[in-house]
């Protein structure tokens, strides 16, 4: 049995990861995210960025949490635990833009991207940890990858924008918007993986599972296969 851990908040990566048939443990990680993109060179590809992100978010929950999520995990009978950290930003123009967290940022970017296009990046950390040996959480791989999809953007109204900005919906996601509830409406189509647009990309997660010779099988609750 493998224990699968999210450090994530976002409720839509859970929500991803459940339909999927996994039933995940979640650790909100706490990581300063400007004060860490300060500290990365200039020019550092946008790639990189939303990659060291999603790093930094595995790595603090692995490090404040790993102990007591491996007690957790074999008490449940696991003997391996897979976590997870995400991070996605859009980029436009050449710049990267993550949550907008108030209505007036919301609207400049919308009144910057509606009736264009942007990508969207999120950045993947895989930790996966042997639990067998005594009580130690003996991390055995890492990897990292990042997806992108291309998302077009329709030109909703003014009066559209402020009523679906006013709802609070989009103010905690990157780039302000979401295709999978409100924000389906004014996003005309996207080019890519539509997951990772609400926050984890599947097929990105079985690729890393894979290099660590696992199966996207092998994290499904008990009980789907009759």
Not at 179 to 207: C, K, Q, T
Request: glycine share 10%; net charge negative; aromatic share 4%.
């Amino acid at each position: 049995m493998i224990a699968f851990v999210l450090a994530s908040a976002s409720p839509s990566r859970l929500r991803i990861l459940q339909q999927a048939g996994v039933d995940p443990l979640v650790r909100v990680p706490r990581v300063d995210e400007d004060a860490l993109l300060a500290t990365l060179p200039d020019r550092t590809p946008p790639v990189r960025i939303v990659e060291e992100l999603a790093r930094a978010k595995a790595d603090e929950v692995l490090a404040r949490e790993g102990a007591a999520l491996a007690e957790e995990a074999r008490a449940a009978g696991a003997e391996q635990m897979v976590l997870v950290g995400c991070d996605s930003m859009l980029l436009v123009d050449g710049w990267l833009e993550g949550k907008p967290h108030t209505y007036e940022r919301a609207m400049e970017r919308w009144r910057a991207v509606r009736g264009r296009h942007g990508v969207l990046l999120t950045g993947h950390a895989l930790v996966v940890a042997d639990l067998r040996d005594g009580t130690d959480l003996v991390v055995t791989h890492r990897g990292a990858d990042t997806s992108d999809t291309t998302v077009h953007f329709g030109a909703p109204s003014d009066a559209d924008l402020d009523v679906y900005l006013r709802t609070g919906e989009p103010l905690e996601c990157a780039g302000a918007f979401t295709i999978e509830s409100l924000g389906g409406w004014f996003i005309d189509r996207i080019e890519g993986d539509p997951s990772s647009v609400i926050g984890l990309s599947l097929p990105l997660l079985r690729r890393l599972l894979a290099g660590a010779d696992l199966h996207a099988h092998h994290l499904w609750r008990p009980g789907l296969v009759g």
